[in-house]
Nanobody, 114 residues
Framework: QVQLVESGGGLVQPGGSLRLSCAASGSIFSFYVMGWFRQAPGKQRELVAHITSGGSTNYADFVKGRFTISRDNAKNTVFLQMNSLKPEDTGVYYC????????WGQGTQVTVSS
């Protein structure tokens, strides 16, 4: 079992920044992928970015150049730095861990609005 605890969501104006954190605990594999999906009202959940335990990253086209995913392996924590936020970035952001099995965080609300 793996537990994920997210933090860092909130309300921000367009053009602003937020940093999300996701801390994993429990039975962590040596090789894993962690990342973020998001879900806007009335839309399907979509991948935002992920990072492997080896440091390889992948981003959705709509966040490239604005979002940066990073990790602290010693703390089993992943971060998502979100800059130049747009109203269309609004949604619930879900952290996930995939290593043998896939686990999800509870979600954190990000609202971009003036």
């Amino acid at each position: 079992q793996v537990q994920l605890v997210e933090s860092g969501g909130g309300l921000v104006q367009p053009g602003g920044s937020l940093r999300l954190s996701c801390a994993a605990s429990g039975s962590i594999f040596s090789f894993y992928v962690m990342g973020w999906f998001r879900q806007a009202p009335g839309k399907q959940r979509e991948l935002v970015a992920h990072i492997t335990s080896g440091g390889s990253t992948n981003y959705a086209d709509f966040v490239k150049g604005r979002f940066t995913i990073s990790r602290d392996n010693a703390k089993n924590t992943v971060f998502l730095q979100m800059n130049s936020l747009k109203p269309e970035d609004t949604g619930v952001y879900y952290c996930y861990y995939s290593g043998g099995s896939t686990y999800w965080g509870q979600g954190t609300q990000v609202t971009v609005s003036s």
